[in-house]
């Protein structure tokens, strides 16, 4: 079962390899991005810890929720009401229950990751974050660490694809050929989950 601990360690391990990573984000969103990708999420993930640590929710929907909130309200990419969106709605489709299964949270993140789809209206394919969580997700049956692996390749394979969504869309065919930074961090994400649960 996975407690409010749990998650929390989800969120400081994720705060920390943004930390560690922030640099190669920001890189990868010069070419088909503004280059801000890895200062907006290092900021967000700092502020989650820090608020995370003075409240101290204690359950896995509180921890998650809070996450949300705090990303929504310190990125202003889109990339924070996309990731804020995704873990405040994982949360609040946990409830309130003080433990999970790994299975309640795999239908919970699905349906965080279908509101993302449903706010930034991302279909499979548009080189987005969504390429690396849903693989991410489908893997998440076989464990932790096939996610990650899901998410990683999920996050190359966004390379030879055409952006349809957010500011690389704006390039058309010139997207093509460079890795998407909110996959990347996407695979951040659940890499920082595997981290979580000693995988
Ligand atoms: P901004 O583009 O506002 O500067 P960021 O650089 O922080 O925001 O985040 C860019 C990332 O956000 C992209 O690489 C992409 O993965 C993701 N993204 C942008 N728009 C969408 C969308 N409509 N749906 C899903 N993901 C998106
Ligand atoms: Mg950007
Ligand atoms: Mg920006």
Do not use: C
Request: glycine share 12%.
């Amino acid at each position: 079962m996975l407690d409010a601990d749990f998650f929390r360690r989800w969120m400081t391990a994720t705060a920390a390899s943004v930390e560690r990573e922030a640099d190669r984000l920001t890189a990868l969103d010069s070419p088909i991005g503004d280059a801000d990708h890895g200062s907006n999420l290092r900021r967000g993930f700092a502020a989650v810890t820090a608020t995370l640590e003075k409240e101290a929710p204690d359950t896995p929907g509180g921890v998650l929720t809070l996450a949300g909130r705090q990303l929504i309200s310190t990125v202003g990419g889109a990339s924070g009401p996309l990731y804020g969106t995704l873990l405040r709605r994982t949360g609040k489709a946990l409830g309130d229950a003080s433990e999970v299964s790994e299975a309640d949270f795999a239908a919970a993140f699905r349906t965080g990751i279908e509101a993302v789809t449903t706010l930034g209206g991302a279909a499979p394919g548009d080189k987005t974050m969504v390429d690396a969580l849903l693989p991410a997700v489908d893997a998440l049956g076989d464990g932790f660490a096939a996610a990650r692996t899901a998410a990683e390749e999920g996050a190359v394979a966004t390379t030879p694809l055409q952006a349809r969504k957010g500011r690389a869309s704006y390039l058309g065919e010139r997207s093509i050929g460079h890795q998407d930074p909110g996959a990347t961090s996407s695979a951040l994400l659940v890499a920082a989950l595997a981290e979580a649960n000693g995988d």
